[in-house]
């Protein structure tokens, strides 16, 4: 069911800078109060900060827990040793020192739509021009005989956390049981791991997080996990929490009973609407305050944010999403047009020591999609591709060039087939070095997923200098969400203008300079004549190729030179051979191929031949000329950068492949070549 919300644009912003009835010509601060004091309403107040859009409101946010915001991505380092204040997004003199009124510990039980306010559980009325729900959601809990028991708890907060820890304390407790194998779940595995118990994963479906991962990832997943002492029980129905002496047993519908001493149940979120339907705004059918895309509930004057929000029957659960919606929300307020579209749903982080990645389109929900595997001991690897184009990806395990793989999915990039076998073959798509470091993205290129903040937008912070990872957090929020981003971040701040010495990259490019040049005389040159008179002095030198012997001569010297040439193949595909770095075998290649094509010319005298022979010239020419090519790029790889040097990196193994491809003929028409020239001689 779809729900038309007929707003007028102008409505957003009718109340900015209206006039004080008390004090006549006196202009005051629109009102806006937040409900909800968790990521997204910081998120939001964060980006009207940084827009400097804050000073035309009076804000005031209200949450219920008794803290500022808080980093809910990164709780469970709650157990390693993080205080309460290490993980709030922003301290209380961050909300005075930019006068927004916070109020925390205060529960808001009504709003009054008529009268424009909202009630706190105190009585306390809170008037407002703009309400924002970002009310978060809850942890569900399945209706389960027995969840009510002692030992058993949620994670979805700090006071969560706070009760968990000290039930194991005074409980002694060594066993540990999660209903939940999804990202929640593992998380919550991870702090009883991190508590020292030993723990069991309880998951009603066939695989771990069956949400983002194929059958194939999950059953690495379980494996990795396992191999860290942690029990995966799987399609296990539970139908009964029983207490039993001091500790709980988990009574099965379809297996044996379970013995623990404490449960956590992580089976989900739901959206905290409960306050915006009492107020009669619309909730979407599976659940949810239904937004448009101006994030506006059914009520022009009431907005809807985060977890609670319900875009396209959709409610979005992770930080990304809820940080967009902020992004989108602060730019209106500030009087742009800018609408929300969606947002990407990729989840990138480690659970458990083990890396997790879902980008893009989730695998499995693209019926027309080719799924490309790549797995080997350290894990597992998957591109969902779309019309050749690369629009998901996933891996359980390590895969270094995660952000490369995001960037060609925001893109949509092409793989083309020698691209698609070298991902099959190897587990990336680009050959070593094909994949850009970060100081050589794009300014559109999205570093920090979570924020949607743009390597254009870190470089601009950098160079009003601030140079260290955290100043870039504190000017535009990159790597203060789920943190996988702070590597690049660093590598930003941190990288420097240089020149990368490759070896033999000078007799490389001076090598390919010649052949290329040489490539372009077989077409304006004309051939070498052969004198027709016994008394002409050039018959001394166009002996070379009237006789059958210096033919000979000078053919098996090519043969020879080409022969050692390939020897750089070798040098790139056999593990056996690594005497002599790349960049030496490479520019020998290079010089080889410039000196047989010199030699070619020697030899037929730069003609090129009929039949049999005019295919053997034109393929080795064309060869020449796409190796001279690929060479001056390979050359200039490591001396070039912007737009000019990406293109040279996107292109020279491509030129390089064609190459390849050109040069498998000839040996089969060299021999051919050599076999009808014997086989006609007299």
Known sequence: MSVALNVPPQDLQRTRGTANPE???????????????????FGLCDRLVRSGIIDEYQVTIIGDEPTPAYDRVNLSSFFDGRSIDELLLAPRDWYAKHEIDLKTGCRISRIDREQKCVIDDQGGRHQYDQLVLATGSHAFVPPISGRENEGVFVYRTINDLERIREHCETHRVKHGGVIGGGLLGLEAAKILKDLGLSV?????????????LDAEAAGWLKDRIQDMGVDVHLVRRTEAIIRDGDGLRIQFANADDLSIDMLIVAAGVRPNDQLAEAAGLVIGPRRGVVVDE????????????????????????????????????????AGSGVTFQGADESAELKLMGVQVATLGCPI???????????????????????????????????????????????????????????????????????SLPVAKWPGDAVVCSCLSVSKATIDEVIASGKTTVEEIASQCGASTGCGSCRPLVGELAGAKSETVVVPGAKAM??????????????????????TDSVQSPWRNFDVLWRSDFARQVTGFTLLGLTSVGLVFSLRKRMKWFRWGSYGFWRAIHGVLGSAVLIGVAVHTGMRLGHNLNLLLSLCFLVAAALGAIAGIASSLE???????????????????????????????????HILSFYWFSD
């Open 638 to 672: 490591s001396r070039v950068n912007g737009t000019f040097g990406m293109a040279v990196r996107r292109w020279r193994p491509r030129l390089s492949r064609i190459h390849l491809w050109v040069t498998w003929p000839l040996p089969v028409l060299i021999a051919l």
């Open 509 to 530: 490019l001076s090598a390919s300079i010649i052949a290329a040049i040489a490539s372009v005389a077989w077409l304006v040159v004309p051939p070498i004549p052969i």
């Open 200 to 212: 069991s994963v309880i998951e009603m479906a066939p695989g771990l997080m069956p949400r983002q």
């Open 23 to 41: 004090l006549p010509g006196a202009k005051q601060r629109s009102r806006l109060v937040i409900v909800g004091g968790g990521m997204a309403g």
């Open 294 to 333: 101006r994030l506006q509930t059914s009520d022009s004057n009431i907005f809807a944010i985060g977890e609670c929000a319900s875009f396209n029957e959709h409610v979005f659960g992770l930080v990304a999403p809820c940080y967009r919606m902020a992004d989108v929300l602060a730019q209106r307020l």
């Open 364 to 434: 499995g929900e693209s019926p027309g999609g080719t799924v490309m595997t790549f797995h080997d001991d350290s894990g597992c690897r998957k591109l969902l591709m779309e019309g050749g184009r690369v629009v998901g990806a996933s891996c359980v395990g390590p895969w270094n060039e995660l952000p490369q793989v995001r960037q060609a999915i925001a893109k949509q990039s092409r793989l083309w087939p020698w691209q698609r076998k070298r991902f099959i073959r190897t587990g990336s798509p680009w050959s070593p070095g094909g």
